[in-house]
T-cell receptor, first 112, second 113 residues
Framework: DAGVIQSPRHEVTEMGQEVTLRCKPISGHDYLFWYRQTMMRGLELLIYFNNNVPIDDSGMPEDRFSAKMPNASFSTLKIQPSEPRDSAVYFC??????????FGQGTRLTVV | AQSVTQPDIHITVSEGASLELRCNYSYGATPYLFWYVQSPGQGLQLLLKYFSGDTLVQGIKGFEAEFKRSQSSFNLRKPSVHWSDAAEYFCAVNLDSSYKLIFGSGTRLLVRP
């Protein structure tokens, strides 16, 4: 298996633009997570899905953030409109039933 | 509230020396415990995990960790550090069988030649 695949690896966008981050989880994993990593706040869980259904989105910072999982092999995290404070590395992870999470390489987002 | 504490922000060790990274959690029951490593510009890689049973667990790259219930700790150890071990290390817990991982703030390991 290729592991968790995220795209793009790097994204630079202007403030106010829409940004879409993509994730392909490991086949057979029932859980998918979106994390954000910053120097100030460390690793924060934004949202997670179980069998494509959002379970807990309490970490989503604002209504500007939304996430979808239309099928078991694809998820998106969208920021609209983007702001400079959204600059961070965004990780997608998928996990086994026992909670062991496997992470993608991340998307480094810079909003200027 | 549940929390994970990694008290050391940075640790510097000489190559070949032993290493211990500390992790404490605050939770009433025994959670699932994990250690991850992150190299610069990379994602997080699982080193090892503890669910139950033998409190000393072996992981990849020669790492091990010991769960001590009385101290609510899950410290990571390696007997002899290699320069390639320089990275950031994260302790994480999975609470309430919710499958959510709560991460510590990380410890950055520097290795002196």
């Amino acid at each position: 298996d290729a592991g968790v695949i995220q795209s793009p690896r790097h994204e630079v966008t202007e403030m106010g633009q829409e940004v879409t981050l993509r994730c392909k989880p490991i086949s057979g994993h029932d859980y998918l997570f979106w994390y954000r990593q910053t120097m100030m706040r460390g690793l924060e869980l934004l949202i997670y899905f179980n069998n494509n259904v959002p379970i807990d989105d309490s970490g989503m910072p604002e209504d500007r953030f939304s996430a979808k999982m239309p099928n078991a092999s694809f998820s998106t995290l969208k920021i609209q409109p983007s702001e400079p404070r959204d600059s961070a590395v965004y990780f997608c992870a998928s996990s086994l039933v026992d909670g062991t999470a496997f992470f993608g390489q991340g998307t480094r987002l810079t909003v200027v | 509230a549940q929390s994970v504490t990694q008290p050391d922000i940075h640790i510097t060790v000489s190559e070949g020396a032993s290493l211990e990274l500390r992790c404490n959690y605050s939770y009433g029951a025994t959670p699932y415990l994990f250690w991850y490593v992150q190299s610069p510009g990379q994602g997080l890689q699982l080193l090892l995990k503890y669910f139950s049973g033998d409190t000393l667990v072996q992981g990849i790259k020669g790492f091990e960790a010991e769960f001590k219930r009385s101290q609510s700790s899950f410290n990571l150890r390696k007997p002899s550090v290699h320069w390639s071990d320089a990275a950031e290390y994260f302790c994480a817990v999975n609470l309430d069988s919710s499958y959510k991982l709560i991460f510590g703030s990380g410890t950055r390991l520097l290795v002196r030649p």
